[in-house]
């Protein structure tokens, strides 16, 4: 199916968006991590010309927007890919800015392992956290109009961003701090986090899009209903999950969530999480996503500490978020500024 077809299919988003906060298990893209051999050749050309956009007096040169874009398209969907893509680089300049002035560094090692944690999240199930699945990096890159350059100032930002959340951070994660905030929150600890654990097979691991969304439903539930029957026929959860789980990122660890939010795969799991008796596995629970079945174990008063610190976290975050939205809304843009 040509990438033109298959960016219908995806919703554009930027790494913004889909990075989740996986640890890498696995390295070997190189290829596709670091930027082509041609790359500051190419940069030299991007960076001088007609400029489309200056950003607090930063410009963003035409050429950097037209570079990766497909030519093969009617002019209404360049068009709409021009803007989408001019604004992806005007918030990564914003962003750039943005740590600078918190005095946020990053190093080389840490961006390549940020898209580290990137590829290995769009080339497995992608299930917990966005509905596509890519073959590589450069798939990725190819349906999304990315330059090699481009990932890498966008893992640059979102690893800086995790490092201004990381330093706020530990002036509030020490012991005193912990308990308290495990009392302060105790109800919220007790209704929305479990001590999860998955079999699932999602609809998005599927990449043969050549198969009608029927035929793959019917082969997720005789999957899902066959892992079911090991489980009754006394095989270990972990075992399982190992053995048939889809959502790679958690089946190479025994299909252990850690501690995470009821609701991680909606609603209706989340109901059969809160109503399940801990160590027991769910029978096959059919969602709009995939199938699952689940189980839970009861929290530790250290996974009541872990919760306690990603609810501090989540807290610090927002604020992060809050600060860049403000930093945002004084950005000076100004769009086809006049030669000089």
Known sequence: MPLRKLATLIAPTTLTVLLATFVPVHTGYADTVKPPASSASADSKTRSGKIAATVNGEPIYEAEVLRALPEDTFDVQRDNDKKNKLARLIDAVIKDQFLKQKQISVTERQIDQEIERFVQMLTTTGGTCCGAVYDSLTHFMQVHSYTGDEVRKENANNAGMALYVKKLLQKQITPQALSIAVKRHRAQIESKYIKGFVIAFPYSADTNLSRVPEEIKVEKERRAKAALARLDNGESFAAVAKATSEDKMSANIGGALGCVNKDIFGAKVGNVFKALPFGKHSDVIKTRTGYY????????????????????????????????????????????????
Do not use: C, F, G, Q
Not at 304 to 330: F, G, P, Q
């Open 293 to 340: 079945i689940v189980m839970h174990m009861k929290l530790t008063e250290e996974d009541e500490r872990t919760v306690a610190s990603k609810i501090l976290e989540e807290k610090t975050k927002d604020k992060v978020n809050m600060e860049y939205h403000e930093e945002v809304k004084r950005a000076k843009i100004v769009y086809d500024p006049p030669a000089d």
